[in-house]
């Protein structure tokens, strides 16, 4: 590595830092794991080990701690270390949560960057703070930001269900609880019709819906079950193919012990081939909203949920209906999983009797 | 430029050896925090295409007692790295590979590792406290290699495991979070160490594992994402542990995988065209492995470690790989 210093400023130069011992990365004789390190990142962690050592606390630890991480947001103990660091400084953390959300945007995929908001964000200094719904409804905010950049984050989506399950589920927080919750419906929808295929919101909101604890209206739960399969269905027209609305749609029913064939007048005209004279006479039925004009038809979910219907009907009538479409699945539409359509086709027929 | 009639094994091999020479790039000083791991998946990847010998065992078991962290009382991914519960476990499993955990203070590790283990169940990573079902799989994998089993408290390892299962039969990394291949994998392999695969809902979770797979061969890790051959590790090992394995088009996967391949410099990437790295290398061979492909050592997807170790050590599981072929 070249020694082109002129352009970086190296801590050994900083007369600040000259009390610090900077501790050399042990270097390893095997050639399994030598390290070779630009220069900057060498100098500051040299400095890093050296105030490890030292068990320096100052404030300039925070700045050395924002370089490393900086250029490498997954070493770990330089987070570990700038959070101690912080909490015997009595830092203001708010102020670390708005720095944070610069880094968080630019390590998008680091859990650390996010690990390190979670530890922030549950000190009492912030979360039993006067303010503490300020800072909490602004995490909420600024993860919705941050899933614009990208929607699938999985840390992103599990940060904020943990802030949901653990600041907006206990009922302390009262009305603005009901607020928090109504928004989250709000702010889902919104996502959904955005991109209709993700499944990391379907996901959210079955989590929000059916595994956080009950509204404030949510109570009547069979109102809740009819809106959440009517809303399924809904998108379900939108984007036939879509297996995440058809996972929600099983979700829902599985969750709440409902029969299957409770869908067949919907799910038909999806597991059929479009029919020529469909546009003449057709009939707008609300309940069963028919799929958009441009899908391809039939789609696999469909004829899948079909089959399962037929199959829960139990008669051999039933069994061959239900096997017919397996068939269809295994050698047209659904080639690649052949062997799992095989297994059911097998698994249906041997439970008849002969 | 792929190659999709055959596995490179010389290639492969070579590309193992190499990558702790000549690392004068910013890609490797930015992965330090992986090194004790990449250098499991570098063993491992070798041992399926029955090539142990060509990294030096003295060497190799000199690096991993360098990384031991004498404070915490386990394993660093790097010397003077802090203990981490990912570095321990790829440390154990790399001694006992090499038939060398006698070097290792084991009660000494045994009490990191149960140290981690948060009131709710789940394990943190390390003292800063990341909590993952990664970990709980980390600290059961350790714990039943190191014959320590009967320390965890197990009721409560699998309630955080149960709390964690999803709607659709998947699990996520913790409560609430959304279902993904990976942690499928930790989950199950963690159930099944544990003979509790009776938490698993084996119909709907396999169905949502097959579902993983793409016209192009491919797997993905959760619904509308891109195939990547890291996933065919993960969900072909929890499929072979729900001895489901046949669901899946054996073919056309190892197809995927093989035009992952760098057929220049040996080594895979996660998809075609992709630069390669140890760890793609490593989750494709294994996949190969579990397929059947000709030539190659049997792996164990429970602990992702040569079939062979496993047994010798009365740990196999009755997971389920397709036959190996001849040709
Ligand atoms: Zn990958």
């Known amino acids: 590595m070249s020694a082109s210093s002129d352009s970086i400023e190296l801590y050994a130069d900083d007369p600040e830092w000259a009390d610090i011992e900077p501790v050399r990365q042990y270097e390893n004789p095997n050639p399994l794991a030598p390290i070779f390190y630009t220069e900057e990142y060498r100098d500051a962690t040299d400095y890093f080990r050296g105030v490890v050592k030292k068990g320096d606390m100052s404030p300039r630890v925070l700045d050395l701690t924002e370089k490393i991480i900086r250029l490498n947001p997954a070493h770990y103990s330089a987070w570990q270390y700038r959070y101690k660091v912080l909490l015997a400084l009595k830092s203001p953390l708010d102020l670390e949560l708005r720095l944070m959300d610069e880094l968080a945007v630019k390590f998008l995929k680091t859990y650390q960057v996010w690990h390190h908001r979670r530890l922030l964000i549950s000190h009492p200094q912030l979360s039993s703070s006067k303010s503490s719904s300020f800072y909490l409804t602004a995490e909420l905010r600024f993860i919705a930001k941050c899933l614009v950049v990208d929607s699938k984050n999985y840390h992103t989506w599990s940060y904020r269900q943990w802030l949901l399950s653990n600041f907006f589920s206990g009922g302390e927080r009262g009305k603005e609880e009901e607020e928090v919750w109504k928004k989250e419906m709000e702010w889902i929808e919104q996502m959904i019709e955005e991109d209709v295929r993700n499944n990391s919101v379907w996901h959210h909101r079955f989590f929000v819906v059916f595994q956080s604890g009950i509204r404030v209206g949510d109570e009547d739960r069979e109102v809740v079950r009819r809106r959440e399969i009517d809303f399924a269905k809904d998108k379900i027209s939108l984007a036939p193919s879509n297996p995440s609305a058809w996972n929600y749609l099983r979700g829902v029913l599985d969750n709440n012990n409902l029969p299957y064939s409770d869908l067949s007048i919907f799910v038909r005209p999806y597991a059929q081939a479009r029919s020529p004279d469909a546009e003449a006479d057709e009939v707008i039925d609300l309940e069963n909203p028919s799929p958009s004009k441009g899908a391809q038809l039939p789609c696999v979910p469909a004829i899948e949920f079909l089959a399962d219907v037929y199959e829960s009907g139990k008669s051999r009538d039933d069994i061959e209906k239900a096997a017919q479409l397996w068939k269809s699945l295994a050698n047209e539409y659904d080639t690649i999983r052949k062997k799992y359509w095989e297994y059911r086709i097998k698994e249906a027929l041997e439970v008849l009797p002969a | ?327």
């Open chain 2, 1 to 327: 430029m792929t190659s999709d009639s055959e596995l490179l094994v010389p290639l492969h091999v070579a590309y193992i050896k190499s990558l702790g020479e000549n690392k004068d790039d910013l890609v490797y000083h930015m992965t330090a925090h992986l090194r004790l791991n990449a250098i499991y998946w570098g063993l491992t990847a070798l041992c399926i295409m029955n090539q142990k010998e060509a990294l030096d065992r003295e060497e190799m078991i000199g690096f991993v007692m360098s990384c031991w962290d004498d404070e915490a009382g386990g394993f660093g991914a790097h010397p003077d790295h802090d203990a981490h519960i990912l570095a321990t476990l790829s440390a154990i499993q790399i001694l006992v590979i090499q038939d060398a955990l006698d070097r290792i203070d084991i009660p000494r590790v045994v009490k990191f590792i149960l140290s981690l283990q948060q009131p709710s169940g789940v394990f943190a990573g390390d003292s800063f406290g990341e909590v993952d079902t990664r970990f709980s799989y980390c600290a059961v994998n350790a714990l039943s290699l190191l014959g320590k089993l009967s320390e965890l408290d197990v009721e409560k390892t699998v309630a955080y495991i149960r709390s964690c299962k999803n709607f659709d039969g998947g699990f996520g990394a913790c409560i609430g979070a959304e279902s993904h291949a990976g942690q499928v994998f930790v989950c199950v392999a963690a159930l099944a160490i544990l003979d509790r695969l009776d938490e698993v809902d084996h119909e709907t979770l396999a169905w949502w594992l097959a579902e993983r797979q793409l016209p192009n061969g491919g797997l993905n890790g959760r619904p509308e994402k891109l195939e990547d051959v890291c996933y065919s590790f993960w969900v072909l090992s929890a499929l072979s542990i729900l001895q489901k394995l046949s669901w899946i088009d054996s073919d056309k996967l190892s197809s995927f995988i093989l035009s992952a391949q760098d057929p220049d410099s040996g080594g895979i990437a996660d998809r075609p065209g992709d630069m390669v790295d140890v760890f793609h290398t490593l989750f494709g061979v294994a996949a190969l492995s579990l397929l059947g492909y000709p030539g190659l050592v049997d792996l164990d997807p429970v602990y992702c470690m040569p079939a062979s170790v496993i047994e010798a050590k009365g740990l196999r599981k009755s997971w389920q790989a397709l036959e190996r072929r001849s040709k």
